[in-house]
């Protein structure tokens, strides 16, 4: 199987799509001739033309309306915003109409489309370029929100998002972009929406990530069980609605601890959700508080400032280590 990075295992993924199915499209802001502001679309335009791979203005707004209505027509649009602030001002066509169409007309009409959000800090960008607010679309029903962590699991999932019937909020952490390669099959690959992955097996204590987070988990992870003797079981979440509660609490009633990791701010952020399933499906199998590793409740810091607020192994490995003493 061939190495590749997240970058290229999504561009693969697109690539893919808009090869097997005419009605498959996309669209967004610089994503056509100048192939995305992280490559992402790179090489797209060219072997698909401006029919397929469609340079909009800056309107989020807009992009996400257009597409909405380019899905009562047959096509499944793929929409980018540029980087996961922006897409707010398209906040309105997503809650009030991409996420309630299948609600509304009682079945007869979704919104197969997919909404890609570069999200998270890591490569020290400035304001509105760095934020982690998954939690704000997972509130929303009718919507399902995908977080990759890896270039292999990151091709999957996309695919699997372009094939649903329904709406996917696609959130892509940037740090992970060009972070490392993976070898990704040739042939097509999909993962199921709405199933978490078990990434390491533990007996100790349980720690659940997603997206970005998941790295420095992992790290955390390796130096715990070789130098403290700390087992721990890993999570990698890759959906966050809908959340995969079996896979959480079935491991939590084998190691009766747990930790929750992720860059996003701690007030309502998705460890709140994750806590409270928890306790209650799995409360009389703890053997200890949850304690959460999170981003801090402010805006994240720009430039080299960022890396005090992300979570780190270091941070992560302190978690663990108070949840074990207790």
């Not at 099959?185 to 999909?190: D, L, R, V, W």
């Not at 992955?197 to 955390?220: F, H, K, M, N």
Request: glycine share 8%.
């Amino acid at each position: 199987m061939p190495q590749m990075n997240m970058a290229k295992a999504l561009n693969l993924a697109m690539r893919e799509a808009l090869r097997e199915d005419p009605n498959v499209l996309v669209l967004g802001q610089d994503v056509g001739k100048d192939e995305g502001v992280f490559r992402i679309t790179e090489g797209l335009y060219a072997e698909f033309g401006e029919n397929r791979v469609v340079d909009t203005p800056v309107a989020e707004s807009a992009i996400v309306g257009t597409a909405i209505g380019m899905c009562f027509k047959g096509l499944r649009p793929i929409c980018e915003m540029q980087f996961s602030g922006f897409g707010y001002h398209g906040f309105h066509q997503i809650e009030n109409h991409m996420s309630r169409f299948r609600n509304r007309t009682r079945g007869r009409l979704t919104c197969p489309m997919v909404v890609r959000f570069p999200y998270g800090g890591g490569i020290r960008a400035i304001e509105h370029h760095s934020e982690s607010r998954e939690a704000i679309w997972v509130h929303l029903p009718g919507l399902k929100v995908v977080v990759p962590s890896g270039p292999r699991n990151a091709r999957a999932l996309l695919r699997a998002s372009i094939l649903d019937p329904d709406p996917v909020i696609f959130y892509e952490p940037k740090a992970c972009y060009r972070s490392h390669q993976e070898e990704v099959p040739e042939q097509p690959e999909t993962f199921p929406i709405g199933k978490a992955q078990l990434v390491r097996e533990g007996r100790d204590v349980t720690l659940i990530s997603y997206g970005a987070s998941l790295r420095p988990t992992l790290e955390a992870a390796d130096e715990l069980a070789s130098d403290h003797g700390i087992d721990c079981e890993v999570i990698d979440l890759l959906t966050l609605s809908p959340l995969d509660t079996e896979t959480i609490t079935s491991s939590i009633e084998r190691t009766g601890r747990a930790v929750v990791v992720h860059e996003a701010p701690r007030t309502c952020g998705m460890g709140a959700e994750i806590v409270a399933r928890i306790v209650e499906r799995s409360l009389l199998h703890l053997e200890a508080p949850i304690k959460r590793v999170t981003g801090y409740d402010t805006i994240i810091p720009f430039f080299a400032t960022e890396k005090y607020y992300l979570p780190d192994a270091d941070r992560v490995i302190s978690g663990v280590k108070e949840v074990v003493a207790f």
